[in-house]
């Protein structure tokens, strides 16, 4: 792993110039913001996106290349010597039909790889990435005689399927462009007030697994069950045996988490069918309880099917899908080094270690593609109205998620935190002297 940061710490002035910088840029900020949450695009069909904010950066002075990764883009700004900071966004939104009844709403309709058409919204927040992202480079530029160093700056595709930020590496986002010591992002957070700032060193988010068993079995009229061999019967206590792969084989210190989402077979109320299919999410932090888990669920499966006396010819399919989403990871002594300034600069009340979570993000192949030469960070900024998360306190409101159709972040203290600590951490990583 790679030395940690040597950070320098912003003056109380510099932190004010700073934020009040952002303040003065958030008008045109929340302009872009509204027009990206109304124009949504699908995993690896963000070219409207793309094309849009790319040439934003090359106003800015930024060498740009499109189509990384497919809609990815590349920006690089070198500016003296000294280390090399990437700054991630994520681009794409959710087939969702949003139901926010915000003036700028997306009415934007798609069809996605499942065929079935469906509204299309910013319902995970990266449209306040892409615009807190814009804010980080406006500021960045603006201070050129402050920095030293390289800045490459990128929008990642196809984040909600685990597979942009793969895509762009494979494409040479670590050999056609320099490569980063340092990877940072951030993504807002449903669950924390507006502008708190939320981090967890090391593992912060899971690997995230498909899995699909595909349970063969002999069927036949639901009266004479003996002359089958039932595949739900089989299914089901494959479901509750896997179980047992979290309570009883799992080091309880260990977390993981291994659902079945969908289980289905049959057709009518009187036939035994001859199939049943079964598709699980399978979470884990390290590479060795996630093969722990992918073991047990075939072993599972196929001890399952000889005890209920299966032939050979009729075992259960167990298929991984790959790519999968690979944990992320937080490079403890350089993330503590990080907050330790954002606490200086936001305050100790805003800035919280917060627990780890089981959801995915692919930010972590940008650690997995040079873990021995890059730091990696990224943190959480909360989204949730003040009022709205006072009363959720109380009990006398609910919170909407991730993902839902009614999640609509505070925007503006979302984006202006955020372009203020992107911009802060990296003058801190980029000092003037170069390092």
Known sequence: MAAAAALTLSSPAQADELRDAVAADMPELMDLYRDLHANPELSFEEVETAKKLAARMRDLGFEVTEQVGRTGVVAVMENGDGPTIMLRADMDGLPVVEQTGLPFASKVVATPASGVETGVMHACGHDTHMTAWIGAAQQLVERKGEWSGTLVMILQPAEEIGEGALAMIEDGLYTRFPKPDYVVAFHDAA???????????????????????????????????????????????????????????????????????????????????????????????????????????????????????????????????????PSTFNTPEF??????????????????????????????????????????LIFWVGGVPQERFDAAQKGEAELPSLHSPFWAPDAEKVIATAAEALTAATLDLLPANGG
């Open 335 to 376: 993330t503590e080094q990080v907050m330790v300034r954002f606490k200086t600069r936001f305050g100790e009340d805003r800035v919280v270690q917060v627990p780890s979570v089981m959801g995915g993000e692919d930010f972590g192949q940008f650690l997995r593609a040079s873990p021995d030469d890059t730091e990696s």
């Open 191 to 325: 669950q924390f007030p507006a502008g708190m700032i939320g981090y967890s060193p090391g593992y912060a988010l899971a690997n995230v697994d498909s899995v699909d068993i595909v349970v063969p079995g002999i069927g036949g009229h639901g009266a004479y069950p003996h002359t089958t061999k039932d595949p739900v019967v089989l299914a089901s206590a494959i479901v509750m045996k896997l179980q047992t792969l979290v309570s009883r084989e799992s080091n309880p210190l260990d977390p993981a988490v291994v659902t079945v989402g969908s289980f289905r077979a049959g057709a009518k109320h009187n036939v035994i069918s001859d199939e049943a299919r079964l598709q699980l999410t399978v979470r884990s932090y390290s590479d060795e309880s996630r093969k722990q888990l992918l073991d047990g669920i075939a072993r599972i499966a196929r001890g399952e099917a000889i005890a209920a006396g299966m032939p050979d010819d009729k075992m259960p399919t167990v298929t991984v899908i790959e790519p999968y989403t």
